[in-house]
């Protein structure tokens, strides 16, 4: 696996190292001791998928408050997504800067978000899919969220989302 930094602190891309043949490819995904080798400790307690039917699906921004921060590992086993990770650690010296890959089955990209870091994703392709890993078990009382087009962040989504929730839509400004 290939780690690099991205523009938020901890946020890390993570590139696989495919071996091909004939065949087609072998690739690792999680190697704990590799994760620990780049300043990474990530143990997942909990794997989840989201599969949204639609180009232009917004999910997010999405994390959960502490004491029970994720740490969460994200990859798109099908389709393609814009996926964004924004820093709302106060302390951070990142502190509400976000930053993006475009993940698909193609590129292989993984990001690496650490508890604090809220997450959301815009489908670029219909029936695209996601695997979540986390670091730590849902805690439904704990969710909490921040508007994915919030000024305080300034993200530039790649396009208007088509399919969006109530809930993601309506959070308040961030007052952080």
Not at 22 to 29: E, H, K, P, Q, V
Not at 43 to 59: D, E, I, K, Y
Not at 123 to 138: R, V
Not at 141 to 146: E, K, P, T
Request: aromatic share 12%.
């Amino acid at each position: 696996m290939i780690f690099a930094p991205t523009a938020v602190a901890g946020v890390q891309r993570i590139a696989p190292e495919r071996r091909g043949d004939d065949r087609g490819f072998f690739a690792r995904t999680v190697c704990l001791r590799e994760f620990r080798a780049h300043g990474i400790e990530f143990q997942p307690v909990q794997c989840s998928t989201s599969f949204n039917a639609r180009r232009g699906t917004l999910r997010g921004l999405h994390f959960q408050a502490e004491p029970h921060g994720e740490d969460k590992v994200i990859r798109c086993t099908r389709g393609q997504i814009f996926d964004v990770a924004v820093d709302l650690r106060p302390g951070s010296p990142t502190f509400r800067r976000w930053a993006s890959e475009i993940l698909s089955p193609d590129n292989g990209l993984q990001l690496f978000i650490p508890r604090g870091c809220a997450h959301g994703f815009l489908t670029l392709a219909d029936d695209s899919e996601i695997e979540y890993m986390m670091a730590e078990y849902y805690f439904p009382d704990l969710a909490r969220g921040a508007r994915w087009n919030d000024p305080a962040f300034g993200i530039r989504w790649p396009e208007e989302p088509a399919v969006i929730s109530d809930r993601d839509r309506t959070y308040p400004d961030f007052k952080g």
